[in-house]
């Protein structure tokens, strides 16, 4: 007997008598790629071999082959049901099940004597209705996932995947952050009292032997039961106590009545949510955990604590699925489907027929996106998510001389918030409103302090969300005006904290929502205010204040330098091309005039004060713009941080923080310091083992003849050629003897080459430009930035078969190219041996004519007639120079010559002319070719001819 159990602790000594082997989970899954699923074809699947089931599935058929019984003993539930399967379908696809007498499937739920021996009383075959609740399940997932994530990355950028059941968790937890926000609480009121009974016959109160005093609160009020709230008021609460004090049975020494407030519900944790999963119905245990781990690596949720905070991206995420795709994540809907699945598992319905049902109106919801513009996708989620991205305060209201204060009556002191209105500067005077007319200056910024949708930098604009490529951004909405053009924008916010945690210490006031930056403190050694702050590209934190932009003068100095500049560079343009009468003192007048000008502009404007230390938090800390610390803040601006000397060359070793994560570097090599430490708790000791590590790979890279992992690959690494050196320019009295002496040699071997043909393209070069051409035929108005993130998973998609076909295709275009350039470079080399040597000679002889005839204007025609080469379209050109440049100095000589050139008639290429006499017959012989494939056909073809019959189609 050798039963394979699914995980290895479970089966070692549950058998002693047999190997006992592990499946590690599921062999076999869907692969990543498009077509894994076909729905027109009954939902057949492929499979396909997980990572690293090869080795084990390996040691399981070693072990099963020759025995008479194979047990699988994987988990009860519906997935160990479908991994018994996987294992039975593969083996018998190998033919091992031949060589095994018998298969039978046992389960128990406890690893004792008496479970085991049950278990092998009872064994039987898989269970079919328990697979195909599995493959209903896995091609569910599938088809939301491959068909809804493609839609996710042309429709919201940013967002990277969904899922059936990832999806609602993420509802659950955006809806309660959202419940969070807008709760408000209410005040209510508890009463308890001191009372004490009254004391036996002769007795006083307070002697010993008196009735012991003790606290009641208060539950029912004229025999009603009291709830929470039933107490609302503090008046009600006073008359209250007012009625214990006079008509209490027992003697009352206190009556207090204490305030409470109604607290926002908790955020989610992973238990709480798995709980909230179970109790609607949704997913199965197997499932939670590589959900919980997704959204955070997704980039939907982030911890703070133990608490599960919805990032701004997961909740536009969830905002756009409950718009467009609302049956993906409605509870009762996924809670239905489980519902059906636990049918098939039963036996009661078939699988197909569920997938049928949900499949039928997904497909028609995302063939719907493609009508649907990106722009009309977020101003539909700017509508849905006002509340969040635009928070109002209690005290605001819509207009702004409502969230002004009340007038002050019977003297009443009022608490006023002093803000400062800025005033308009000469370099920014104030936008006035086109229907009112000139305002008041202070009135955009008023409306700007109440109402969160004004922009703050204009007054004017609105702030609307509009796309990016990291999830969209809140910019203004007269960024496009042409009299305005305001460029305000500020990234998503992330989820604030509510503060009263903080406030009821006295640690921190309360963040607002709207928020962008927050003063910590300052810094311990120089005084400087320490801030944290939300850029374009998340938190960071700032020490000291930033640099205070340049006056207005400075910049119309510098733009005028720039335009003296151009017209200087404009008049040596002149000068080279042929014009006359301008002289050597007059361009250096031109660029000594343009010279003072660059130099007086940053003498006025000043030098700039310099640039605060700036760090930015890692986005895997899960911080807030309220959550950031003084402590957290100076750690980072701290960095980067010496560890010391390295004990070889004496170099510093330091460590600090980038993209990737913390590291250390020493000498231009840097080791990633992964979770093994922080920058702020590593040592020399650790920097130096993991440098040393890094060098000893990136040898062992060297002495394979592998490229540096992360640097720059050469052109040689590439495959591709290197770019020739410019050589460097002679000057003027020499140019014109070596102008002279190239015009007297003739044409040399780089002016007589011919221009190297580019690059051919790569497999995925060739896959793109296929599918983005397919992409514009059937849709003119596509965007390139959309569809190139489609096009790429569909590349990923293919896998290594499909983009080996693809390599294949670019190899014999590329061969196609190099043989039409060979034969390009045999025609030009047979028409320089077509030409008479005199004829040459003669040519020669007017091309340095030509030269010394031009004289100081006539630079652009040396060149040209220097640079004549024997192809006909250059030959053309050079002639045509040639003539202009001696009907300017007189040289009719240089006129004839170029003539002459210009009369050699072009010849085509000898491989294009048999491509064109042998296309029409391989058409006819191979009607299905592609142009792929029919380029091999001719380059096969061109090279099985012989140089003879080569040369006839020369």
Known sequence: MRPPVEAPAGGRGALRCRPVLASYGHVRDLPPRD???????????????????????????????????????????????????????????????????????????????????????????????????????RALDYLVGFHLSPVLWRKLPGARSAGRVQSVALRLVCEREAAIERFSPTPYWSLAAALEPPAPAGRGQGQPGAGAAFTAKLTHVDGRRLGQLAIGSEEQAAELAQRLREGA??????????????????????????????????????????????????????????????????????????????????YTFTSDLEAQLDDVA????????????????????????????????????????????????PDQSASPAAALPPAAADGAAIDVVATEVPRPTPSAPPVADADAGAGPASSSSLSALHDPRVCPKCGRGRLVLKPSRFGGFIGCSLYADEQVRCDYGRPLLPVMQDGSDAAEGGAASPVSAAATE????????????????????????????????????????????????????????????GEEGASEEEERAGGAEAGEAEAEAPAEAGVAPGKPKRASIPKAK???????????????????????????????????????????????????????????????????????????????????????????????????????????????AEGKKVAKAEAAEGPGPAAAGSKQPPPAPSAYTLFMRRRWQAAKEADPGASYREEVSRIA??????????????????????????????????????????????????????????????????????????AVTVSASRSRKAAAASAAAGSAAGGAATATAAAAAAGTKPRSNPFMAFCAERRPALKATHPGAGMAEMGRLLGAAWKELSDQEKAAYR
């Open 35 to 137: 077509g894994s699923v076909q729905p027109d074809a009954g939902f057949s699947m492929s499979w396909e071999l997980s990572a690293g089931a090869g080795p084990r599935l390996a040691e399981i058929e070693a072990a099963a082959a020759g025995s008479p019984l194979l047990l699988l003993a994987t988990d009860p539930d519906r997935e160990g049901e479908a991994i018994s399967w996987h294992i039975e379908e593969e083996l018998r696809r190998r033919g091992v099940l031949r060589k095994v007498g018998a298969v039978q499937r046992i389960t128990f739920t406890e690893i004792t004597k008496s479970a085991i021996t049950a278990a092998l009383a009872k064994g039987r075959q898989v269970s079919q209705p328990l697979v195909d609740a599995y493959l209903a399940r």
């Open 249 to 330: 049975v027992l003697r009352s020494r206190s009556v207090v009545a204490t305030p409470h407030a109604t607290r926002p519900p908790p955020r989610f944790t992973e238990a709480s949510l798995v709980r909230a999963l179970e109790e609607r119905g949704i997913g199965r245990p197997s499932t939670y955990a590589p959900i919980m781990s997704l959204l955070q690596d997704r980039g939907y949720v982030c911890r703070e604590g133990r608490s599960l905070l919805p990032t701004s991206l997961g909740r536009v995420l969830t905002a756009f699925l409950e718009r467009y795709f609302g049956g993906v994540v409605d």
């Open 346 to 393: 039963g036996g009661k319905a078939a699988w197909r027929l569920v997938l049928s049902s949900f499949w039928s109106p997904f497909q028609t919801a995302v063939a719907a996106m493609a009508a649907i513009r990106t722009t009309q996708v977020f101003d539909a989620l700017d509508a849905d998510l006002e509340y969040f991205l635009f928070p109002r305060r």
């Open 518 to 577: 927050r003063l910590l403190g300052q810094h311990p050694e120089t005084g400087e205010p320490v801030y944290v702050k939300l850029g374009p590209y998340g938190l960071y934190v700032q020490q000291g204040e930033a640099a205070k932009e340049p006056a207005a003068p400075a910049k119309k100095k510098k733009a005028a330098a720039k335009k003296a500049t151009k017209k200087t560079r404009a008049g040596k343009g002149k000068k080279a091309a």
């Open 622 to 732: 899960g911080l807030t713009l309220s959550s950031v610390s003084l402590e957290a803040a100076l750690a980072l601006l701290a960095l980067p941080r010496t560890l010391g000397a390295h004990p070889g060359d004496g170099q510093p070793v330091v460590a600090s923080t980038g993209p990737f994560g913390p590291y250390v570097a020493h000498g231009g090599v840097s080791a990633s310091l992964g979770r093994r430490a922080t920058p702020q708790e590593v040592d020399l000791a650790l920097a130096l083992e993991l440098l040393d590590a890094k060098r000893r790979r990136q040898a062992e890279r060297e002495a394979k003849g592998l490229p540096p992992r992360g640097g720059r690959r050469t052109p040689a690494a590439k495959g591709k050629a290197a770019k020739p050196t410019k050589p460097a320019k002679p000057a003027k």
């Open 793 to 866: 998973a569909e590349w990923r998609g293919l896998g290594a078969e499909g983009q080996r076909r693809f390599g294949e295709e670019a190899a014999a275009a590329a061969a196609e190219a190099e043989e039409a350039d060979v034969g390009a470079e045999a025609s030009d080399k047979e028409r320089q041996e077509a030409v008479p040597a005199p004829k040459r000679r003669a040519a020669s002889a007017a091309s340095g004519a030509t030269a010394s005839s031009g004289g100081g204007g006539g630079g652009g025609a040396r060149k040209k007639a220097a």
